[in-house]
């Protein structure tokens, strides 16, 4: 195997790796959100909020997923439904202030987490590794 066909299957695996120890501790943190739920609520929190339907095309999720994990929102309160003030027929999901706060723990929690692992690393690494990811996330943006 080339060196550049080593190197994608490490990079592959080693972000496989990084998106399961994500999804674990995002769920010891927040036992009370999945990663779905989490990951709504994010976008709602990006949007200030949309309709049901939007995060069904946006996820490219079934309909009636996103129903229920909204339902489950709403139950926990970080979620509620308001009137589209331009058509009273259309209900826009957005956040209370329960999932506001939930939100700002979790994004606490995650910059300590990320503080604490990569506190031995050079300034010049972090930038390098910063720019990776920017560039390497860029490409994923615009379709590549």
């Not at 929190?45 to 095309?57: I, N, S």
């Amino acid at each position: 195997m080339l060196s550049r066909d080593r190197s994608v299957v490490t990079i592959q695996r080693e972000l496989t790796a990084f998106a399961r120890r994500a999804r674990a501790a995002a769920a010891r943190m927040h036992p009370e959100l999945s990663l779905v739920s989490f990951t709504l609520l994010s976008h709602l929190e990006d949007q200030q909020g949309c309709r049901a339907t939007d995060l069904a095309a946006y996820y490219m999720l079934d309909k009636s997923t996103i129903s229920r994990q909204i339902a489950g929102l709403e139950k926990l309160g970080f979620v509620e439904r308001i009137s589209d003030p331009d058509d009273h027929r259309i209900q826009v999901l957005r956040l209370t202030p329960a999932g506001t706060a939930k939100l700002a723990e979790a994004a606490e929690l995650r910059r300590q987490a990320f503080h604490e692992r990569l506190a031995d690393w050079a300034p010049e690494d972090l930038d390098r590794f910063a720019e990776y990811l920017l560039r390497y996330n860029s490409l994923a943006e615009n379709g590549g």
